[in-house]
């Protein structure tokens, strides 16, 4: 089942374009990195598809319904999660009541015991989340976009400053996702990452077409000095 349909998306702020004629897939159980350098639109692709920033042209299609204009669905926004920005997070709040807030977004909303399981958050539940240090605040913001059981899952650099333990273990839950059908977008300047967990990745580049890049068949070597060659980060 397809989750994530782009075609031909174009985007430019103030007459430069970010990107122009983009196009990709993704189906249930599928994992795609978004790789490129600093500034060439990853975030600006995860915020049109969100209906968080208006595409110039092209068609996006969730859950095999076309979306016509910003707007999207409170039943749409049920089925994703996202991994937000750390200042979205109303940071005088401690974890345990984050969850709370966040459960009440959802109509099936998983509990903060099995949240804890899947995400190893327990420690913190009763610390602000504004005194957590950058790895730990990942590893919430990482627990707090599974709360709704998501089927398509986008995460924006999610693993910035975690450690090496952390990091690893956000890697198998999100093989365990995928083995449960969730459809994941990542970005991430972690190339280890991406080769790791994607089933393909996208660069996109400055001036010149996005490529999708075949690394089921190609060697972690192969992929660093194609996107070296790209000049990314
Ligand atoms: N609201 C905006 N108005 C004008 N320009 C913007 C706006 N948002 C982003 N840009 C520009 O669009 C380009 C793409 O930005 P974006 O944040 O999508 O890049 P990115 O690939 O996510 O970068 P990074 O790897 O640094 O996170 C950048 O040149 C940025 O300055």
């Known amino acids: 089942m397809t989750i994530l349909s782009i075609t ?3 985007k430019s702020y103030a007459n430069t374009a970010v990107f122009n004629d983009f ?3 993704v189906k249930a159980g599928e994992v795609v990195a978004v790789l490129g350098e600093n500034g060439v ?5 995860m915020r049109c598809i ?13 859950f095999g319904e076309q979306q016509t204009n910003r707007y999207r669905s409170a039943a749409l926004k049920e089925r994703w999660g ?3 920005q750390v200042g979205a997070v109303n940071g005088q709040l401690t974890v345990h009541e984050q969850i709370q807030l966040h459960q009440s977004y959802y ?6 015991d099995a949240l804890t399981q899947q995400v190893p958050i327990e420690p913190l539940l009763h610390k602000r989340f504004a005194v957590l240090s950058g ?3 990942q590893r919430v913001l990482f627990a707090l976009a599974l709360i709704g059981q998501p089927q398509l899952l986008f995460l924006d650099e999610p693993s910035v400053g975690m450690d090496l333990n952390t990091r690893q273990h956000m890697w198998q839950c999100i093989e365990s996702l995928k083995t449960q059908g969730v459809a994941i977008i990542l970005t991430t300047h972690y190339i280890e990452e991406a080769y790791q967990l994607a089933d393909s990745v996208v660069l996109l580049r400055k001036q010149a077409p996005a490529e999708q890049l075949p690394i089921k068949t190609m060697s972690l070597e192969q992929l660093m000095s194609t996107l070296t060659g790209a000049h990314v980060s």
Do not use: F, R, Y
């Not at 969100?50 to 969730?62: E, N, P, R, S």
């Open 23 to 25: 196009s990709l897939h």
């Open 8 to 10: 031909n998306l174009s």
């Open 41 to 45: 639109g990853k975030t600006t692709l």
């Open 50 to 62: 969100l209906g968080l920033t208006a595409a110039d042209g092209g068609a996006i299609k969730l």
């Open 107 to 112: 109509t099936h909303p998983v509990s903060v």
């Open 135 to 137: 790895g730990e605040q």
């Open 82 to 84: 996202v991994v937000m």
